[in-house]
């Protein structure tokens, strides 16, 4: 296993996290019977639970590692953007949050019952192209402050400006990680790092073959877009880091799958905290996909401490 750096060397960093940003909440209930009324269960709520969500867990995901995590989004002017100020304040995440009285700050709803996911409801708008043009201010304002960009694209129209950002980040000679979205990955040209799952690749480069093949697809979608690296996350089959050295993999290291919630945010933020750090590209993605494998095995939107990744 790559070598960790030090707290000291992780509390000296700061990572900019830009991109959609969502509030989790669970309501929690005990299934004992089947509704009269049509043929689903009936839940009896026991306990509510909140949690930041999207682009906000991956900022938590950085403040549980010990480095420093400034978010910058757009939220709407309503109930579900004070409960993530509240919460980004508690763990100590800075903001810088545009607000657009039009928008519905994105709800995720999920219904728990017997410790299964039995439905979820989405709230959700998108914002307004004048609040995400005043965010190139705000992100041009904030970039000389930090060391890594980093990207949290959930295809919720908050990045609407991303390949301006991208050149503005990489002028000022910041590393930029993406965790894409969607089929146009022209948008995210330039950037250092992208991080496909294996569906967002397949939709993006075609479906493949085999491990020639994938690299084939893989080489050919970091020379049409000039990205430094493709770090494709394949679940229970580890990770794939293709980059000027060539193909790294890393197995698996789940010991347990309980909830993949969220580990995606989990890894890229890891990701950029280490190479924030000064740890090399490879050996950031051997811890990354460390922390990836121990918070699938828990409940929900989740994050990773260090003692946990030192272990």
């Known amino acids: 296993m790559s070598a960790l750096p030090s707290r000291e060397q992780l509390a000296a960093r700061r990572i900019l996290v830009v991109g959609d940003v969502m509030l989790d909440r669970y309501w929690h209930g005990a299934v004992e019977r089947i509704s009269p009324e049509a043929p689903v269960p009936v839940v009896r709520i026991e306990r509510e639970e909140e949690r930041l969500g999207g682009a906000a867990n991956v900022a938590l995901?950085?403040?549980?590692?010990?480095?420093?995590?400034?978010?910058?989004?757009?939220?709407?002017?309503?109930?579900?953007?004070?409960?993530?100020?509240?919460?980004?304040?508690?763990?100590?995440?800075?903001?810088?949050?545009?607000?657009?009285?039009?928008?519905?700050?994105?709800?995720?709803?999920?219904?728990?019952?017997?410790a299964q996911q039995l439905l979820r409801v989405d709230f959700e708008n998108e914002p307004d192209h004048e609040a995400l043009g005043e965010m190139l201010d705000d992100f041009a304002a904030q970039l000389p402050h930090?060391?890594?960009?980093?990207?949290?694209?959930y295809g919720k129209g908050g990045l609407t400006h991303i390949p301006r950002m991208i050149d503005m980040a990489r002028a000022a000679g910041k590393p930029?990680?993406?965790?894409?979205?969607?089929?146009?990955?022209?948008?995210?040209?330039?950037?250092?790092?992208?991080?496909?799952?294996?569906?967002?690749?397949?939709?993006?480069?075609?479906?493949?073959?085999?491990?020639?093949?994938?690299?084939?697809?893989?080489?050919?979608?970091?020379?049409?877009?000039?990205?430094?690296?493709?770090?494709?996350?394949?679940?229970?089959?580890?990770?794939?880091?293709?980059?000027?050295?060539?193909v790294t993999h890393e197995p698996a290291r789940a010991r347990e799958v309980f909830d993949v919630t969220g580990a995606g945010d989990t890894v890229i933020a890891?990701?950029?905290?280490?190479?924030?750090?000064?740890?090399?590209?490879?050996?950031?993605?051997?811890?990354?996909?460390?922390?990836?494998?121990?918070?699938?095995?828990?409940?929900?939107?989740?994050?990773?401490?260090?003692?946990?990744?030192?272990?």
């Open 176 to 246: 930029v990680l993406v965790d894409p979205k969607g089929n146009d990955y022209q948008r995210y040209a330039g950037a250092s790092v992208i991080t496909p799952n294996r569906g967002e690749l397949a939709q993006v480069a075609g479906a493949w073959k085999g491990e020639a093949e994938l690299r084939a697809k893989a080489e050919a979608l970091r020379a049409g877009i000039n990205v430094g690296a493709v770090l494709l996350t394949r679940s229970e089959d580890g990770m794939t880091l293709f980059d000027d050295h060539g």
């Open 270 to 311: 890891t990701l950029a905290v280490l190479i924030g750090a000064g740890a090399p590209l490879p050996d950031a993605m051997r811890l990354a996909n460390k922390a990836g494998g121990i918070v699938v095995g828990k409940f929900g939107t989740a994050t990773v401490s260090y003692d946990e990744l030192a272990a």
């Open 146 to 153: 930090h060391d890594v960009v980093l990207f949290s694209d």
């Open 61 to 114: 995901n950085i403040r549980t590692l010990g480095a420093r995590a400034t978010l910058l989004t757009v939220v709407g002017q309503d109930e579900p953007a004070r409960r993530l100020r509240e919460l980004l304040q508690a763990r100590d995440i800075e903001t810088v949050l545009r607000e657009d009285k039009q928008l519905y700050t994105i709800v995720k709803l999920r219904v728990i019952g017997r």
